[in-house]
């Protein structure tokens, strides 16, 4: 049986429950700090807002997927001009149970800037090493050990063509060993469900799932934690919390929101950073796709840190949401999708959005600012990628720009304006970030360099939330390290 297939949630009994650090929030942030605090024999509570599944509860990527782990079905978005699309994960695991499994380090200057201009101390690349590496062990980070997708390798392909830098992306995955002629290994994401919570749960953690916190309340030197459990099919119950420490991850958009909520505003959700992507879907003359493709491995790195691309899944389903800005085209999704792919072109920006809440709702405000400079970034780094694919043998691409016209031919790039129009230009991200940044910069920094929110005592945020600014890569690599990291300095064990 997989370690994801256990449940081993509790059902709450009356309240209030009691234990001696609570930690709000089962995404990486919070797995690993669970399970580390768990395992040095402290009381652990981890508390999740969603279900607990089985990694193979659902084919990855589908829709069942969107209904039982996504926020929302995955639609969620931040408002502006153009608003950009989201993802946050709902269930134990959070990200790690939906995202693709693409693992970065963070990039040296990265962590420069950030000790720099918000004096975070303690992350220079030395010190963050073998952070990294404990988590790179625990969740199995490798490349893939065989061929690439087809469509991978078209981008690879085309930018080897044009002598820009590509490469290969390790992932959190475990592979088996082939015994099919499958063209493509098959293996098993390393999310939190087959990594850390188990280890959580094993060293004692508890784990309550279906629950929603709203609200958090300091009283001497207890926290006083309200919520409704939601497992009840027929009626929420309320649910009471008491514990001497308080670990919030919930993500960068959900923890500033529980922070606001609750009266804690300094530097709170003043700061949100995103990857905003473009995207566009290539035909080609030739088989680039298939059920079983997975995610594609590759990206071109040669733009970095201003823009990078890479290949995004690809299946039936998110072919046709894609093809939605070209509708006198759908059927080319029936007809030709094993010739089609996804690709996304996506920048670090210089824009900064706001999570905000509103009395009688349930969900934030989520608000994010383009700057022109973004908006020309998108443009320039949507033409190059186009350039590309045509270099990959691409025959027409469908930009995710409403009413603009598909392009067969190189010299047609022209076409694109320099900076993307604000009212057709369709937007996304998968990396919310730097909402309650870290430091000891008190002007810019909601907690300290180890994640204590400043002017609280017992009060910790571990989770996307902490980093400075948008870093440019696939941020779960960076949550990991450095949740680890603030752990074990929690337990003087650093």
Same mark, same amino acid.
Request: overall charge neutral; some cysteine; proline content about 7%.
């Given at each position: 049986?997989?370690?994801?297939?256990?449940?081993?949630?509790?059902?709450?009994?009356?309240?209030?429950?009691?234990?001696?650090?609570?930690? $709000?929030?089962?995404?990486?942030?919070?797995?690993?700090?669970?399970?580390?605090?768990?395992?040095?024999?402290?009381?652990?509570?981890?508390?999740?807002?969603?279900?607990?599944?089985?990694?193979?509860?659902?084919?990855?990527?589908?829709?069942?997927?969107?209904?039982?782990?996504?926020?929302?079905?995955?639609?969620?978005?931040?408002?502006?001009?153009?608003?950009?699309?989201?993802?946050?994960?709902?269930?134990?695991?959070?990200?790690?149970? $939906?995202?693709?499994?693409?693992?970065?380090?963070?990039?040296?200057?990265?962590?420069?800037?950030?000790?720099?201009?918000?004096?975070?101390?303690?992350?220079?690349?030395?010190?963050?090493?073998?952070?990294?590496?404990?988590?790179?062990? &625990?969740? @199995?980070?490798?490349?893939?050990?065989?061929?690439?997708?087809? /469509?991978?390798?078209?981008?690879?392909?085309?930018?080897?063509?044009?002598?820009?830098?590509?490469?290969?992306?390790?992932?959190?995955?475990?592979?088996?060993?082939?015994?099919? &002629?499958?063209?493509?290994?098959?293996?098993?994401?390393? *999310?939190?469900?087959?990594?850390?919570?188990?280890?959580?749960?094993?060293?004692?953690?508890?784990?309550?799932?279906?629950?929603?916190?709203?609200?958090?309340?300091?009283?001497?030197?207890?926290?006083?934690?309200?919520?409704?459990?939601?497992?009840? $099919?027929? @009626?929420?119950?309320?649910?009471?919390?008491?514990?001497?420490?308080?670990?919030?991850?919930?993500? &960068?958009?959900?923890?500033? /929101?529980?922070?606001?909520?609750?009266?804690?505003?300094?530097?709170?959700?003043?700061?949100?950073?995103?990857?905003?992507?473009?995207?566009?879907?290539?035909?080609?003359?030739?088989?680039?796709?298939?059920?079983?493709?997975?995610?594609?491995?590759?990206?071109?790195?040669?733009? &970095?840190?201003?823009?990078?691309?890479?290949?995004?899944?690809?299946?039936?389903?998110?072919?046709?949401?894609?093809?939605?800005?070209?509708?006198?085209?759908?059927?080319?999704?029936?007809?030709?999708?094993?010739?089609?792919?996804?690709?996304?072109?996506?920048?670090?920006?210089?824009?900064?959005?706001?999570?905000?809440?509103?009395?009688?709702?349930?969900?934030?405000?989520?608000?994010?600012?383009?700057?022109?400079?973004?908006?020309?970034?998108?443009?320039?780094?949507?033409?190059?990628?186009?350039?590309?694919?045509?270099?990959?043998?691409?025959?027409?691409?469908?930009?995710?720009? *409403?009413?603009?016209?598909?392009?067969?031919?190189?010299?047609?790039?022209?076409?694109?304006?320099? @900076?993307?129009?604000?009212?057709?230009?369709?937007?996304?991200?998968?990396?919310?970030?730097?909402?309650?940044?870290?430091?000891?910069?008190?002007?810019?920094?909601?907690?300290? *360099?180890?994640?204590?929110?400043?002017?609280?005592?017992?009060?910790?945020?571990?989770?996307?939330?902490?980093?400075?600014?948008?870093?440019?890569?696939?941020?779960?690599? *960076?949550?990991?390290?450095?949740?680890?990291?603030?752990?074990?300095?929690?337990?003087?064990?650093?």
């Amino acid at each position: 049986m997989s370690k994801s297939a256990l449940n081993p949630s509790i059902t709450p009994p009356k309240s209030p429950l009691t234990c001696e650090i609570a930690v $709000i929030g089962s995404g990486p942030g919070g797995a690993i700090t669970a399970c580390l605090l768990a395992e040095a024999g402290r009381d652990v509570l981890l508390i999740e807002e969603g279900s607990h599944f089985a990694l193979e509860s659902c084919p990855p990527f589908s829709q069942l997927e969107l209904e039982q782990k996504y926020r929302n079905g995955g639609l969620t978005a931040a408002f502006g001009k153009p608003k950009i699309q989201y993802v946050e994960g709902r269930c134990v695991g959070g990200g790690s149970e $939906i995202n693709s499994g693409l693992y970065h380090r963070t990039p040296p200057e990265i962590l420069e800037k950030w000790q720099t201009e918000f004096a975070v101390d303690a992350l220079s690349e030395t010190e963050l090493l073998p952070h990294f590496e404990a988590c790179e062990q &625990a969740v @199995t980070v490798c490349k893939l050990p065989g061929k690439p997708p087809l /469509a991978s390798l078209k981008l690879h392909q085309g930018a080897v063509s044009l002598g820009w830098q590509s490469l290969e992306v390790p992932r959190w995955f475990r592979y088996q060993e082939q015994t099919d &002629a499958s063209p493509t290994p098959k293996g098993t994401r390393q *999310s939190m469900t087959e990594t850390f919570i188990p280890r959580a749960i094993n060293a004692g953690c508890k784990l309550l799932t279906n629950t929603r916190i709203y609200l958090i309340r300091q009283q001497g030197k207890q926290w006083f934690i309200k919520g409704d459990y939601l497992g009840n $099919i027929e @009626t929420k119950q309320a649910v009471e919390i008491q514990a001497e420490t308080l670990f919030i991850c919930c993500g &960068a958009i959900q923890t500033p /929101a529980l922070l606001r909520r609750s009266g804690i505003t300094n530097n709170i959700g003043n700061s949100l950073q995103m990857h905003p992507t473009v995207k566009v879907i290539a035909q080609f003359n030739e088989t680039v796709n298939s059920v079983d493709m997975g995610v594609p491995v590759h990206q071109v790195k040669e733009f &970095a840190p201003r823009f990078s691309f890479g290949c995004s899944i690809s299946s039936p389903p998110y072919l046709a949401v894609g093809m939605t800005d070209h509708p006198q085209y759908r059927q080319q999704v029936d007809e030709n999708w094993q010739k089609m792919a996804i690709y996304y072109a996506m920048i670090t920006g210089s824009g900064q959005g706001s999570v905000r809440t509103l009395p009688g709702f349930r969900d934030p405000l989520v608000r994010y600012r383009l700057t022109q400079q973004d908006l020309k970034d998108l443009s320039e780094a949507l033409q190059k990628l186009s350039q590309l694919l045509f270099e990959a043998d691409a025959k027409i691409l469908y930009p995710s720009i *409403s009413n603009f016209p598909r392009l067969t031919q190189p010299n047609e790039l022209k076409q694109i304006p320099e @900076t993307l129009p604000k009212s057709q230009t369709n937007l996304m991200t998968v990396h919310v970030m730097s909402s309650c940044p870290m430091g000891e910069n008190l002007e810019k920094c909601a907690v300290n *360099s180890f994640g204590k929110v400043h002017g609280f005592n017992n009060l910790y945020i571990s989770d996307a939330s902490l980093l400075c600014t948008a870093p440019g890569v696939n941020p779960q690599g *960076s949550i990991m390290a450095i949740a680890r990291r603030n752990a074990l300095k929690f337990l003087g064990k650093l």
